[in-house]
Nanobody, 123 residues
Framework: QVQLVESGGGLVQAGGSLRLSCAAS????????VGWFRQAPGQERKFVAS????????RYADSVKGRFTISRDNAKNTVYLQMNSLKPEDTAVYYC????????????????WGQGTQVTVSS
């Protein structure tokens, strides 16, 4: 069982930065791939970025490539999402999710989810 808690969301102006954190419980966190997803009002949940268990492999949605960076510190059981050059269209609730083994962009492949953190980017 893995429990995930996101933090770091907030209100920021366009062009600004935020760093989201996803803190996980469990002693085998390095065996879990982690993904970040976001959901805007009235829209489906969309893939943002993912990272493998040991952090050797990352993947990004085209819409955030070059602006967002996913990383993890397994000693702290935490995954981060550094978000730079934020745009109003990045406004959404951001969720982290974990799955045993290989990660993918499909949210249906993830087993554990956090409660989400709101990110609002003003123009």
């Amino acid at each position: 069982q893995v429990q995930l808690v996101e933090s770091g969301g907030g209100l920021v102006q366009a062009g600004g930065s935020l760093r989201l954190s996803c803190a996980a419980s469990g002693r085998t966190f390095s065996m879990y791939g982690v993904g970040w997803f976001r959901q805007a009002p009235g829209q489906e949940r969309k893939f943002v970025a993912s990272i493998s268990g040991i952090g050797s492999s990352t993947r990004y949605a085209d819409s955030v490539k070059g602006r967002f960076t996913i990383s993890r510190d397994n000693a702290k059981n935490t995954v981060y999402l550094q978000m730079n050059s934020l745009k109003p269209e990045d406004t959404a609730v951001y969720y982290c999710a974990a799955t045993w083994g290989t990660v993918a962009a499909d949210p249906r492949t993830y087993t554990y989810w956090g409660q989400g953190t709101q990110v609002t980017v003003s123009s």
